[in-house]
């Protein structure tokens, strides 16, 4: 009796604190940088809904154009998908939207490589499919946008970005 009594004081200043506040749902354009390994720039469109998401993303490494290395420089366009797994929680009724959500998802699409350097055998490597499972971390702001941490299997793996809604 007493655990219980402790899990509904656990959940209940939660859900009465993050009541107000609703979780973000609709279209928003995903904006941000990749920051580790490298960096670059990620831009998307996404369809927000209450346990998923769908979204179209472009990241891009483009550290190799700044810094003299060997390596190609990386654009990737992919379209996925996304479980928001504390979405589930607020769909079976445990409680309000807290302020966060955490997303675990899959992108799969096209990667294009390009370098100054390329030889034969790399312009023949440009065109890989990529496929990036990814975990995302989202937190609302007050104007209806939300600020993203995210990590994933395409480099650079770990992207700060903000979501602008469109609606």
């Given at each position: 009796?007493?655990?219980?009594?402790?899990?509904?004081?656990?959940?209940?200043?939660?859900?009465?604190?993050?009541?107000?506040?609703?979780?973000?749902?609709?279209?928003?354009?995903?904006?941000g940088?990749?920051?580790s390994p490298g960096y670059g720039?990620?831009?998307?469109?996404?369809s927000v809904q209450s346990i998923y998401t769908r979204e179209i993303?472009?990241?891009?490494?483009?550290?190799?154009l700044f810094i003299d290395r060997g390596d190609q420089a990386r654009v990737a366009a992919l379209a996925g998908?996304?479980?928001r797994l504390l979405g589930v929680e607020?769909?079976?009724?445990?409680?309000?939207?807290?302020?966060?959500?955490?997303?675990?998802?899959?992108?799969?699409?096209?990667?294009?490589?390009f370098s100054t350097r390329d030889t034969r055998v790399d312009k023949n490597k440009r065109f890989v499919l990529l496929v990036e499972p990814y975990v995302r971390f989202s937190h609302a702001l007050?104007?209806?946008s939300?600020?993203?941490l995210e990590a994933g299997t395409a480099s650079p793996y770990f992207r700060l970005a903000v979501w602008i809604p469109l609606n």
């Open positions: 009796m007493r655990q219980i009594l402790l899990l509904i004081l656990f959940f209940l200043p939660s859900s009465a604190l993050f009541a107000r506040q609703q979780a973000p749902r609709g279209e928003y354009v995903q904006v940088a990749a920051i720039l990620s831009v998307g469109m996404l993303q472009i990241i891009s490494d483009l550290k190799p998908v996304s479980l607020r769909l079976v009724g445990y409680g309000g939207y807290r302020g966060f959500d955490v997303d675990i998802g899959l992108r799969t699409g096209p990667g294009l490589s007050k104007n209806s939300a600020l993203v």
